[in-house]
């Protein structure tokens, strides 16, 4: 079945530097959807990337789709507390559910 | 709207013990998802359901663990009977349809002794 991978599972940054982590699907996606879930919170939708290449950004997040359809990025530039949680991909499974990454987990230190 | 609604928030239990996990989707929702997360297996798809009919619950770790939509407004989680290992946070979410970002509710914390 598919799988889909993200890197790295956990990251430690300082406020102010910049923080990626990568999604990787076993097979081509029609799109993906990336969520952020704050420490004790649920999965919160970000932004769903339909296109080949397609890039898109919100304020300090830039969000990439790879030109084969089979990974994706998120950046954050110039992190801040309030980015920490836990990062997840998503892509349509084989029956139209999502199946989500493993998740990366930021942690911002001040 | 008030989101996707689940109750209890918390449940502490004994093994053993019937627990039933209740959600409430977001009206117009076509779709509900039923997950369990913990750190070992992180997010886990238990079951969807399209319109009220279940689609694929090849998530559903075994006979123990039931699920049920019986109308566009309610979906229940049973697990009977219920076994330490169950300990989890387990989300409902709901979306437009099957593929479209999903709405998530505030979990239910599940702590089985």
């Known amino acids: 079945g598919q799988q889909v991978m993200q890197i790295p599972q956990y990251q430690h940054v300082q406020e102010g530097e910049d923080f990626t982590t990568y999604c990787n699907s076993s097979?081509?996606?029609?799109?993906i959807q990336w969520y952020k879930q704050r420490p004790g919170g649920h999965p919160v939708f970000l932004i769903q990337l339909v296109k080949s290449g397609e890039v898109k950004k919100q304020k300090r997040l830039t969000f990439q789709f790879g030109e084969a359809k089979k990974n994706s990025s998120l950046h954050i530039t110039a992190t801040q507390t309030t980015d920490v949680g836990t990062y997840f991909c998503a892509g349509p499974g084989s029956a139209r559910q999502l199946t989500f990454g493993s998740g990366t987990q930021l942690t911002v230190l001040p | 709207d008030a989101g996707v609604i689940q109750s209890p928030r918390h449940e502490v239990t004994e093994m053993g013990q019937e627990v039933t996990l209740r959600c409430k989707p977001i009206?117009?929702?076509?779709?509900l998802f039923w997950y369990r997360q913990t750190m070992m297996r992180g997010l886990e798809l238990l079951i969807y359901?399209?319109?009220?009919?279940?689609?694929?619950d090849s998530g559903m770790p075994e006979d123990r663990f039931s699920a049920k939509m019986p109308n566009a407004s309610f979906s229940t989680l049973k697990i009977q009977p219920s076994e330490p290992r169950d300990s989890a946070v387990y989300f409902c979410?709901?979306?437009?349809?099957?593929?479209?970002?999903?709405?998530f509710g505030p979990g239910t914390r599940l702590t089985v002794l």
């Open positions: 097979t081509t996606l029609s799109n």
């Open positions: 979410a709901s979306s437009w349809t099957s593929g479209n970002e999903q709405f």
């Open positions: 359901f399209n319109n009220n009919v279940p689609i694929d």
């Open positions: 009206s117009g929702h076509n779709s």
